[in-house]
Each structure stands twice: as C-alpha cells, then as structure tokens.
C-alpha cells in the first residue's frame, strides 16, 4: 500500500503513484467525525491541496461496515451551547478542506454513509459504491440540519425536489436506489469499492495535471451560472491551461504517438 502518512490519530494518507488515498480510520466509532477527527481531515486536505505530485484523490474508510457514520453524536451531547459554536469552524473546515481539494476528487462508500459521511462524499466529484452502501441525510431526525454542505451539493447532484426529500424525510437509501436516483455514480461489486475508485483515480491521473485542474475549476465555478458567463469561466480556465508545459506536452506527444510525461504546469 506503500507509505502512510498520519494526520492526527483518525487519518492517513497513502500513495499510489499520482493518486492519493485519504483514510478515514476511527474504526471503534465507525469514523463518526470527533472535534479532533475533523480536525485531522482538514489538515490532510490542506496539505493535499499544496502537493503537486497528488492528481487524483480517493476517500475512502478502513471500517468494513461504514465510510462514515457523520458527526460524533456522543461528544456533540457532552458540549455546551458555547463549546458547540466553537467547534463549528473546525467542523466546516473538514468538509470545505474536501470539497476545495484542487484535483478531482473519487469517494468510496460501503456499509453507512450517512449525514455528515455522505456530506463527505458528496464534497467528492465522483461516488463509487458497493451494494452495501446505505446514504442518508438524517440531521432533521435528530433536531439539527445537514451542516456539513448537504443541503447545497445533493440538490446540485439530484435537484431541489429529489433533495428536498431525502432532507425532510430523513431517510436512509440502499445502494441500488441511491444509483438510480444519482445520489452515488458507480455501482460496484461487493467489497470492490475502493478497488475500483482507485482503478478510476488512476484513469483520471494519466491525463494532465495541468488540464484536470483547470477542468474542475471551470466545472465548480460555472456552475449555476447563466451560459453566458459559464463559458467566459471556460474561457479563463482555457487561457490559464493555453500556454501550459502540459499544453505543449500533450499536442507533442500525440504528434509523436507516445504517452505524454507531463511536466505537470
């Protein structure tokens, strides 16, 4: 699995090649995110986003019957009012750490990812899952709302109406049907989740760094735009990736017929 970098107790990153593994690894709590867990997260994702070797990222979970369950309802029941406003920057900056990673961006889910577990994969570009995955966003069943992204990024995945329902019923949907209605994106056989999400990293890694990044940022960031200024966003992202060495690159070794070895800038 090659070389595992720890961030805190709960989290590790591994490498393979370009693509990097971010473990949720709390397995007695079934990775419920604790103050100290997201703080962890948001520290590996900061230092993801500054590591220019890193193309693809995976997030994936070491518990074999959960990615991750959401909050640590067991600590939030210990906090006072004030303790639970502190800990909210920390909480918001593991999701956003996630969700602004720079590269595209892979979760593999199996068993429960529900609340703020789904919100995590839901912070990903692309959803992998086994047919043991069960989604979720049940925050209204426990007093509270999803804090964690979720009531902005499903509608933008399965629209406001298909949103609204998971929201306000607050309830849990088995892997099949969570494809069906596009809350994950690949069905995959039993316990080949993160096989697969990897095998697709991978994929996307062999293209240009350069390129991937311009891609998603002009994805992101036109999106909810009228066309008009989503294609001036395009064409911002298309000027800064022109005159890239990955540019050059890349038109001469499809000239050359050869795999391109990008300079990644």
Not at 28 to 50: E, F, Y
Not at 185 to 211: F, K, M, Q, W
Request: net charge negative; glycine share 10%; aromatic share 4%.
């Amino acid at each position: 699995m090659g070389d595992e970098q720890r961030f805190g107790e709960f989290v590790g990153v591994r490498r393979h090649g370009y693509v990097a593994e971010l473990v949720l690894d709390r397995p007695k709590a079934m990775n419920a995110v604790s103050t100290d867990m997201a703080r962890s997260i948001g520290s590996a994702c900061a230092a993801l986003a500054q590591d220019r070797d890193a193309r693809v990222v995976v997030v994936t979970s070491t518990h074999e019957r959960a990615f991750c369950v959401g909050a640590d309802l067991k600590e939030r029941n210990s906090f006072s009012d004030a303790e639970l406003v502190r800990q909210r920057p920390t909480a918001r900056a593991a999701y956003t750490g996630v969700l602004e990673l720079p590269m595209p961006t892979v979760a593999a889910l199996h068993g429960f990812a529900l609340g703020g577990g789904f919100e995590l994969a839901l912070a990903c570009d692309l959803i992998v899952a086994d047919p043991t995955a069960v989604v979720g966003l049940p925050e209204v069943s426990v007093g509270v709302i999803p804090g964690g992204g979720g009531t902005q990024l499903l509608p933008r995945r399965v629209g406001a109406a298909g949103a609204a329902e998971l929201i306000f019923t607050a309830r849990r949907v088995e892997a099949a049907e969570a494809r069906e209605l596009g809350l994950v994106d690949h069905l995959v056989g039993e316990g080949d989740d993160r096989t697969e999400a990897l095998a697709l990293a991978a994929r996307i890694a062999a293209n240009s760094p350069v390129g991937l990044r311009a891609a998603k940022r002009a994805l992101r960031l036109g999106h909810g735009l009228d066309l008009r200024a989503g294609l001036e966003v395009e064409d911002a992202a298309w000027r800064s990736v022109a005159f890239s060495g990955d540019r050059a690159e890349g038109v001469a070794a499809f000239n050359e017929k050869r795999k391109p070895d990008w300079p990644g800038e």
